[in-house]
């Protein structure tokens, strides 16, 4: 039995998704007709506050849309160095939309300085690609954007004639950490990306909210980048399912990873660098860190060390798993 902590996208669907799955009404959604998507997309537009909303097999796909949505041939847009749509999508604004990005360095608390937001925007001059839109993300390395900072981010924006866009893949987890509406939430942006397949435990699955003038246009480069999908009611019904029963979970995964730190925290050679929502960032004194990962492996405990020594909690860790993750650590350091 793996506990594995590497990221929220490892999620299984539950039987009761499943079973929802399987008897979701379907037709062609290319065609307009499957009412699973139609009914699911409705919910969600009037749930963030928005006018309209659109499925999309990834939360990659639903940010690059997005931008190509926003953003004409020549324009840039405004993000973090540590974003994930500057970072962790391929380059995808820029190979596959024409769009330059203009990455600024991220605060420690993932917000981008209004200062250095204000100094990034360009002139108009033909010199100069277009500064059109502003993108931020929430949570950030789990981290909730704080509300005042967003509100003067996103007005700084407007002052400058630009959009604003939020890779929400984890705003569900912002909106249960700080107990508040996903409206609310929303509402500073004009277009929002929400993901289903992290902690709210889809195997696919993200969305799009924004005005329908918005949705149309990436109604459209969704087709364009091959993201028409047929019967997609059942990708709809799981996500409709996690809206309905798994948002309020999500609380327990903060409490868990809360827990989690805490327990780390106690070990000397293990720095607990940062505990936000559903994260635990550790730095572990670089004499243990191969010998320890390869001990926890050993002992069925999955962590991430690629980008960073991360611990992702989700609602397929229990209490009894952040136990005992925590005791095959002591067991670690009881041998070494
Ligand atoms: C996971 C993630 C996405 C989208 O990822 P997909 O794997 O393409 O669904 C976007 N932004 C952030 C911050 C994410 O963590």
């Known amino acids: 039995m793996k506990i594995d902590l590497r990221s929220d996208t490892v999620t299984r669907p539950t039987a009761a998704m499943r079973d929802a799955m399987m008897a979701a009404p379907l037709g062609d959604d290319v065609w307009g007709d499957d009412p699973t998507v139609n009914a699911f997309q409705a ?30 041939r ?12 500057y970072r962790y999508e391929g380059g995808g604004a820029a ?13 420690p608390d993932g917000s981008l300085p209004l200062d250095k937001i204000a100094a990034a925007v360009k002139a108009d001059d033909f010199h100069f690609a277009r500064t ?15 509300a005042e900072y967003v509100q003067q981010a996103t007005a700084l924006a407007r002052e400058h004639g630009l959009a604003t866009h939020l890779d929400g893949a984890r705003l569900f987890n912002a909106a249960v950490a700080t107990d508040t509406s996903l409206k609310q939430l929303c509402q500073p942006f004009d277009s929002v990306s929400l993901c289903f397949s992290k902690g709210l435990g889809t195997p696919m699955g993200s969305a799009l909210v924004g005005s329908q003038a918005l949705i149309d246009r990436a109604r459209r480069w969704r087709k364009v980048v091959g993201g028409g999908m047929r019967q997609a009611g059942l990708i709809a019904a799981a996500c409709q399912h996690a809206l309905d029963h798994h948002v309020a979970d999500l609380a327990h995964d903060h409490r868990r990873a809360a827990r989690l730190a805490e327990g780390l925290a106690a070990f000397s050679a293990i720095e607990v660098t940062s505990q936000a929502t559903n994260m635990v960032f550790v730095r572990i004194d670089p004499a243990h860190v191969a010998p ?23 609602r397929d860790i229990s209490d009894d798993d952040i136990e005992q993750v925590l005791t095959i650590v002591q067991r670690y350091f009881d041998q070494a």
């Not at 847009?77 to 749509?85: D, E, K, R, S």
């Not at 190979?95 to 991220?106: C, D, H, T």
């Not at 059109?132 to 704080?146: D, H, M, Q, S, W």
């Open 74 to 85: 020549g324009d840039e847009y405004i993000v973090g160095q540590n974003a994930h749509t």
């Open 95 to 107: 190979v596959l939309g024409s769009i330059q990005p203009q990455p600024i360095e991220n605060a």
């Open 43 to 72: 919910t969600l537009a009037e749930r963030a506050g928005k006018e309209a909303a659109l499925l999309f097999p990834s939360g990659t796909q639903s940010n690059l849309v997005a931008l190509m949505a926003h953003c004409e």
């Open 292 to 314: 320890l990962a390869k001990w926890l492996k050993a002992n069925g405990v999955l962590i991430e060390l690629l980008y960073a020594t991360r611990m992702v909690v989700h």
């Open 132 to 146: 059109r839109l502003l993108a931020l993300e929430n949570t950030i390395g789990g981290k909730v954007l704080p």
